[in-house]
């Protein structure tokens, strides 16, 4: 799982979609894997609109990067410093993923773990369910 997959995840409980905490999801016990892929300034610059800065900055200090950007690059960089944040950014979005472990809501604690570089999603039946199947289930009706 790249770890640029997480800044569009939330968690599927259905009481934590109103929930600020639900976002980001936090690595735990994560494994990780560096895989190299070739450098592309373009898609980097078409994806920095639609990054959370501060989900990703979270990310990348729970995993221990702590030499990442405080403030969102903008536009083309041109000087050295801009074009070495580029290539730390691709490297942690792009070249770094978890294979194993868990990602856990800030909200509920629901882990959802991750084996073989793939996060399991489904949610067991009694926090899949909705509020109105449940009312409906305990009172009979339907």
Known sequence: MKLLTVNFLTCAVRACKTSALSFPLHFQDAELEQ????????????????????????????????????????????????????????????????????????NCGHEYKIKEGIANFLLPNHLGKSALTSVQTAGGGG
């Open 35 to 106: 895989r190299e892929v070739e450098y592309n300034p373009t898609f980097l610059q078409n994806i920095l609109p639609r990054l959370e800065w501060d989900a990703i900055s979270t990310t990348a200090a729970e995993l221990g990067f702590t030499n990442f950007p405080a403030l969102k690059p903008h536009g083309i960089p041109e000087a050295e410093e801009e074009h070495r944040v580029m290539r730390d950014l691709h490297t942690l979005l792009l070249e770094t993923e978890v294979t194993e472990g868990k990602l856990v809501c800030g």
